[in-house]
Nanobody, 125 residues
Framework: QVQLVESGGGFVQAGGSLRLSCAAS????????MGWFRQAPGKEREFVAR????????TYGDSVKGRFTISRDNAKRTVYLQMNSLKPEDTAIYYC??????????????????WGQGTQVTVSS
């Protein structure tokens, strides 16, 4: 059974940085793409970033491009999200996700299958 456990969320002032981690278990981590989405109260789940199984391809949502970086360490079975220059509008619950099949899904939450429990990020102005 695939399990995803996020960590690293917290409270930070605008302009600050946080690094989120997501530890995966239950199958061969290096064979599957990974992604991050976020959801603010009353809003749809929003694409943040995705990374291919090898780490060679990454894409980002327009609102985080140039500020966030997704990476993975296949030996540690962990995906990271480095968030810099944080803004109050980045406040949300951040979710780690991975697909059931070994491909890179499109940046729509409906296309991803397994989800972590989420970690709260709060950015104050």
């Amino acid at each position: 059974q695939v399990q995803l456990v996020e960590s690293g969320g917290g409270f930070v002032q605008a302009g600050g940085s946080l690094r989120l981690s997501c530890a995966a278990s239950g199958r061969t981590f290096s064979s599957y793409a990974m992604g991050w989405f976020r959801q603010a109260p009353g809003k749809e789940r929003e694409f943040v970033a995705r990374i291919s199984s090898s780490g060679g391809l990454t894409t980002y949502g327009d609102s985080v491009k140039g500020r966030f970086t997704i990476s993975r360490d296949n030996a540690k079975r962990t995906v990271y999200l480095q968030m810099n220059s944080l803004k109050p509008e980045d406040t949300a619950i951040y979710y780690c996700t991975t697909p059931r099949r070994d491909y890179l899904p499109p940046p729509r939450h409906e296309a991803w299958d397994y989800w972590g429990q989420g970690t709260q990020v709060t950015v104050s102005s």
